[in-house]
């Protein structure tokens, strides 16, 4: 009988020999810093799983052919990203300069930010991103961000629709029928720029007028916090905050009574400091959850980063330069997240193929409707299944 510590062993040391070799064509330099993936432990135990979870078995394939890459030239905006991308990209000053000798720097003033290979799932989504395989890039992320998910795209088209703006975030822009042909022309990348700024100007509006209420009151709210030794997040749920905060003043209240009990009955409750404190947090918390403004800006917490909605409040949600997305799509070819049917992603450009089609395919692809496959899955199919342990003394 073959000793199960045996093919682990053997199984591992098989697996260690892959990866090794494959870190080898990956980052031929080691784990510097000038290479797409930095270490080995983090590809061995995240990312290449994360690839065969989704049918790709040899990741080095198109992991060795990323480049790094200086969009437009300009050294901060530097990443790492397929070959095949960079090839697309280095037209991209001609085409800038074809309509306007000043046009490349003027562009490049206005892009503060670039990143592509990211090895990730589409936010939401049990698919790879583009990214993964650097073949996306994103431009300006903070004041471009991926508006995606019911309740953001239902604050984002209701401030629109306030403004008198008909723009919808997780609808098509322009329909296959209002462009009449199957490709977005420069025109219609223009047509969509046009479409897509007053409501991004017009989700500005709307934060620079009532973002400040909500901040007063979270200020309310996080001082009550300090006082009940709470340290919550910028996106953590009202309810949540409430139920901490009541958690937490009766459990100092128990602390009271437990360290001087001939003391309660002096006290009215509602008056400890605890309870005080507990009610700067509710009342902070009520005021927001009865105003439709503020609870809208608490969805956005809820699903973004701090530092995207500090930059909304001074640019917008969308940002991007039109001649670079004009020239991006309509003359070289990528795709553009504002092209999306059911989000907007101004910020993502991305080298795709036709609809639904892998720019690079899986060697081992799932089934249609199969889920990604699983460490589970994995097991079951090797040749050494593992049973019942059995001990023995």
């Known amino acids: 009988m073959t000793d199960p510590k045996s093919v682990i062993d053997m199984e591992r040391s098989n697996f260690d020999s892959i990866i090794g070799e494959e870190m080898e064509r990956i980052a ?8 797409p993936v930095q270490d080995s432990t983090e590809y061995q135990y995240r990312f290449r799983p994360l690839y065969y979870s989704f049918g790709y078995t040899r990741p080095a394939d198109f992991l060795e052919q990323q480049v790094k890459y200086s969009l437009l030239g300009k050294p901060s905006l530097t990443t790492w990203i397929h070959q095949d991308l960079a090839d697309r990209l280095d037209g991209l000053p001609g085409v800038l300069t074809g309509w306007d000798a000043s046009l490349v720097q003027k562009t490049v003033q206005q892009v503060n930010t670039a990143n592509g290979l990211q090895i990730r799932t589409v936010k939401g989504k049990d698919v790879l991103s583009n990214h993964a395989f650097g073949l996306a890039v994103d431009v300006n992320a903070l004041s471009n961000p991926h508006v995606v998910g019911a309740a953001v795209v239902a604050v984002f088209n209701w401030v629109a629709l306030q403004s008198g703006c008909h723009f919808d975030f997780g609808g098509p822009v322009l329909s296959r029928a209002e462009r009449g042909h199957a490709n977005y022309t420069m025109d219609d990348i223009m047509e969509v720029h046009n479409r897509a700024k007053p409501a991004s100007d017009a989700v500005k509006t709307w934060l620079q007028e009532n973002l400040p209420r909500y901040k007063k009151l979270m200020e309310q709210v996080k001082a009550g916090e300090k006082e009940l030794g709470i340290n919550a997040s910028p996106g953590t749920k009202l309810e949540d905050r409430l139920h901490n905060a009541e958690v937490a003043q009766n459990r100092l209240q128990r602390q009271r009574e437990l ?18 404190s507990f009610k700067k947090v509710d009342a902070a918390l009520g005021q927001i959850s009865v105003d439709p403004d503020l609870q ?9 980063d701090t530092s995207y909605i500090e930059t909304w409040v001074k640019q917008g949600v969308m940002t991007m330069p039109l001649y670079l997305a004009v020239a991006l799509v309509g003359e070289l070819g990528l795709q553009w997240g504002e092209q999306y049917e059911g989000s907007k992603d101004a910020m993502h450009f991305e080298l795709v193929k036709e609809k639904n089609t892998p720019y690079i395919a899986p060697d081992a692809p799932l089934a249609h409707g199969e889920k990604p496959r699983t460490l589970q899955r994995l097991m079951e199919s090797s040749v050494f299944k593992p049973g019942p342990i059995r001990l023995s003394f």
């Open 296 to 304: 809208r800006i608490q969805v956005l917490y809820e699903n973004f």
């Open 28 to 35: 031929p330099d080691g784990d510097a810093q000038d290479n």
């Open 259 to 276: 360290k001087d009990p001939n003391k309660v009955c002096t006290t009215p409750a509602q008056d400890t400091p605890e309870m005080i």
